[in-house]
């Protein structure tokens, strides 16, 4: 089966120090994949996505094929980056709105 | 411009007890995807509507089913309730396969 994987249910840090956020995927091919932001007392909304190649908020992800990675990444974490992390992708077998997440990646950003 | 709006925001339900959950998208869009977060994991699909048709649904029991109207709003039905229904249940929409958009979810709790 499909699946995301997120190592990591906590990353802790101080601020200034860089952020690498881990995740793998299951499956061979091209895959669609995201990172998705939770903010404390927010919704889930959208960070980036691989096929846009855009820095969001100082973070990229780079889609590594051989290794089946797109690591979240951040040279100098910032306090407000603390947040709750999620990899999601769209299945194989195609459909939008069908993303498959991993089980998320707790940021903590500390003074 | 209002998000995706999601009705109610908690409630609690007695085991073996039905309950409806119901969805607004964003204007113009034209399809709903239910999705389950259970504490401590990322959300997991359920179903996806577009143009008032089922186009996907997850590994859910038959217990789980949904519709979307005209307006394109939509409703989760759940019967039967189990304890382990107990989560939050994010309905997303999107325009044509485009960035999805999270509500803030309704928390559901069975006893």
């Known amino acids: 089966a499909q699946r995301v994987t997120q190592p990591e249910k906590l990353l802790s840090v101080f601020k200034g120090a860089p952020v690498e956020l881990k995740c793998n995927y299951s499956?061979?091919?091209?895959?669609?994949l995201f990172w998705y932001v939770q903010y404390s007392r927010q919704r889930l909304q959208l960070l980036l996505r691989?096929?846009s190649r855009e820095s969001i908020k100082g973070f990229t992800a780079d889609l590594n094929k051989g290794e089946t990675s797109f690591h979240l990444k951040k040279p100098f974490a910032q306090e407000e980056d603390s947040a709750m992390y999620y990899c999601?992708?769209?299945?194989?077998?195609?459909?939008?709105?069908?993303?498959?997440f991993g089980a998320g990646t707790r940021l903590a950003v500390h003074p | 411009d209002a998000g995706v709006t999601q009705s109610p925001t908690h409630l609690i339900k007695t085991r073996g007890q039905h309950v409806t959950l119901r969805c607004s998208p964003i204007?113009?869009?034209?399809?709903v995807s239910w999705y389950q977060q259970v504490l401590g994991q990322g959300p997991q699909f359920i179903f996806q509507?577009?143009?008032?048709?089922?186009?996907g649904r997850g590994n859910f029991p038959d217990r789980f089913s949904a519709r979307q109207f005209p307006n394109y709003s939509s409703e989760l039905n759940v019967n039967a309730l189990l304890l382990g229904d107990s989560a939050l249940y994010l309905c997303?929409?999107?325009?044509?396969?485009?960035?999805?958009?999270f509500g803030e979810g309704s928390w559901l709790t069975v006893v």
């Open positions: 997303a929409s999107s325009y044509s396969g485009n960035t999805i958009y």
């Open positions: 499956y061979s091919g091209s895959p669609e």
């Open positions: 691989h096929i």
């Open positions: 999601a992708s769209y299945p194989i077998s195609g459909g939008y709105n069908k993303l498959i």
């Open positions: 204007s113009g869009h034209k399809s």
């Open positions: 509507y577009y143009e008032k048709e089922e186009r």
